[in-house]
Nanobody, 128 residues
Framework: QVQLVESGGGLVQAGASLRLSCVAS????????MGWFRQAPGKEREFVAA????????DYVDSVKGRFTISRDNAKNTVYLQMNGLKPEDTAVYFC?????????????????????WGQGTQVTVSS
């Protein structure tokens, strides 16, 4: 069973930066898409960013483009989300997710249902 563990969340002021990490264990290959999603209180889970198996292809929701950067280190089985210029509207629980195997880049990486494994989430709170 693949396990994903996020870390790096916290309480920061608007304009600050955080880097989230997600470590995946019990992997048998690297041919999968990794994604970050978030869920704010009272709202549905939304896509934030995704990265292909090689790291060459990425996708971002418009609201974080230019502020967030997704990356991965396959040697460490870790995916990162560097978040700069944080805004109060970024406040949410952030989840990392992994697609099924042999999905180097999902046809629609923004679709949560295409991710088979999820972490427990890490809270990010941005004060104004």
């Amino acid at each position: 069973q693949v396990q994903l563990v996020e870390s790096g969340g916290g309480l920061v002021q608007a304009g600050a930066s955080l880097r989230l990490s997600c470590v995946a264990s019990r992997l048998t290959s690297i041919s999968y898409t990794m994604g970050w999603f978030r869920q704010a209180p009272g709202k549905e889970r939304e896509f934030v960013a995704a990265i292909s198996s090689t790291g060459r292809v990425t996708d971002y929701v418009d609201s974080v483009k230019g502020r967030f950067t997704i990356s991965r280190d396959n040697a460490k089985n870790t995916v990162y989300l560097q978040m700069n210029g944080l805004k109060p509207e970024d406040t949410a629980v952030y989840f990392c997710a992994r697609s099924r195997g042999n999905s180097a880049w999902l046809p629609n990486p923004r679709q949560a249902s295409d991710y088979n494994y999820w972490g427990q989430g890490t809270q990010v709170t941005v004060s104004s």
